[in-house]
């Protein structure tokens, strides 16, 4: 088993190392991006550096400060009314808020970066681009909340939503009329992980130009896996998940290359207000410059607990992009360069053999989130997606025996361990007396 895994990972990798050279172009394809752009472009840093350097320059501190400020004020001083120095006010702009954006931009090989109060808020935010009488076509199979949003908060608001799988290219394009103004993707998708082709949806997509194709890269972060290089117009994220990393931020971040779209979206966040806190920009601007190291554990552990559930008699199926079973491998050692700890299994049995593996486990803590160094269990017909209709929970499969995992930075060897003992609780082995 530990010679397959090695293998893998190693194969993996060398996949990764290829694509990630032609998926991480370097900021110099951004011109004319701020100060922070400017140097990356310059020097020709590569992800892990840009992580640490973009925006975060001590000489726009008087200070010099190597670590950037927490700017808590509200409000700044003007020499003269209406004459600022850059910020007047902190819903419109503060100088925490541009050391992350800047850097997060430079993560996604985007001109633009804009944060928000949430996930959520970002999404909000984006329909906001539409008017009434407009038709959002979103994936069938995402986020609990999205899939709420859409169906109970802005289809009020006379927005037409049709779900799609847009995993089948030729189901998106019969989908789209001529009042289609957004398409709404997530990839790899939440909770049953399937992957979609960026670059196909993408060419599908602008053969009309007025319609605008968003990508969710939450399970995904900029660090495997870059949608505007194939072809998005928005890459947005929850970045309360692996862009932050450490469970102690809600935000939503949003990049763009077009300025027009850009401007249009500053105005919606200066208009709306869903920002995130300054101490909120600090801890996800600091959760970034380890985002690299993070994401080649998340994906080392993850090989191991998927290849392990994978061979365990308790387990119908395993759903992990990494793995050659996965129906589109393919696809995602070609779209993306390496997979996270986001995994999703079929447990055999019924709903009573899932809440024993559940209650069994010890290090993985039952919890909704994911993209945490901590690791973390659900399960999604009940929490993160139990406001999905029941109906569109069996279509999509999401079972009351299915389980997602999002597995943290721990040690593997006590992740396998916990997940044997607990996966042993819900099928003791025959012979075995409880």
């Known amino acids: 088993m530990w010679s397959i895994y090695s293998y893998q990972v190693s194969t993996l990798s060398q996949v990764s190392a290829t694509s990630r050279a032609n998926l991480r172009p370097e900021v110099t394809q951004t011109p004319g991006w701020l100060s922070g752009a400017s ?104 986020y609990g909340g999205t899939n709420r949003y859409f169906r109970q908060v802005a289809s009020e608001f006379g927005l037409k939503i049709s779900f799609v799988d847009c995993s089948k290219i030729k189901l998106l394009e019969a989908a789209i009329t001529p009042e289609t103004k957004l398409v709404w993707i997530e990839t790899p998708t939440n909770p049953v992980l399937k992957m979609i082709d960026i670059e196909a949806c993408a060419h599908i997509v602008h053969k009309r130009g007025d319609i605008i194709l968003v990508v969710d890269n939450t399970f ?47 105005f919606l966040q200066n208009s709306l207000g869903a920002v995130p806190s300054p101490l909120d920009c600090y801890l996800c601007n600091r959760g970034l410059k380890t985002l690299h190291v993070r994401m080649e554990k998340h994906f080392k552990n993850g090989m191991a607990v998927a290849q392990f559930l994978e061979s365990n008699p308790g387990v119908e199926k395993v759903i992990y992009p990494g793995l050659p079973s996965h129906p589109q491998h393919e696809l995602a050692k070609r779209q993306c360069t390496g997979c996270t700890g986001m995994i999703t299994f079929y447990i055999k049995g019924t709903l009573q053999h899932a809440e024993i593996f559940l209650k069994n486990l010890k290090l993985f803590t039952l919890a909704e989130s994911l993209g945490g160094f901590e690791s973390l269990v659900e399960l999604p017909a009940i929490m993160t997606h139990a406001s999905v209709p029941k109906n ?7 079972s009351d025996t299915l389980i997602r995992l999002s597995v943290g930075l721990e040690d593997e060897k006590d992740l396998l361990e916990d997940l044997d003992q607990a996966l042993k609780a819900a099928h003791p082995p025959s012979g075995s007396h409880n």
Not at 222 to 231: D, I, N, S, V
Not at 235 to 254: E, F, I, P, R
Not at 256 to 265: A, F, S
Not at 392 to 398: M, T
């Open 39 to 142: 140097m990356a472009a310059s020097s020709g840093l590569h992800f892990a550096t840009q992580a640490i350097h973009v925006g975060q320059e001590p000489e726009q501190w008087t200070s010099r400060a190597v670590v950037p400020l927490i700017s808590l004020s509200t409000t700044f001083k003007q020499a003269a009314p209406g004459q600022h120095s850059g910020f007047e006010y902190s819903r419109s702009g503060n100088p925490t808020r541009n050391c992350l954006e800047k850097a997060v931009a430079a993560l996604d090989g985007a001109k633009y970066c804009l944060a928000f109060a949430s996930g959520l808020a970002a999404t909000v935010t984006i329909t906001h681009l539409l008017k009434a009488g407009d038709q959002i076509i979103c994936m069938d199979d995402v």
């Open 220 to 266: 995904m972060s900029p660090y495997f896996q870059r949608p505007l290089a194939l072809g998005a117009d928005i890459c947005m994220c929850s970045a309360t998940k692996y862009m932050n990393g450490h469970s102690d931020v809600v935000m939503g971040l949003v990049s763009v290359n077009c300025e027009r779209l850009h401007n249009r979206l500053r």
């Open 392 to 398: 569109d929970r069996d279509v999509l499969g999401i």
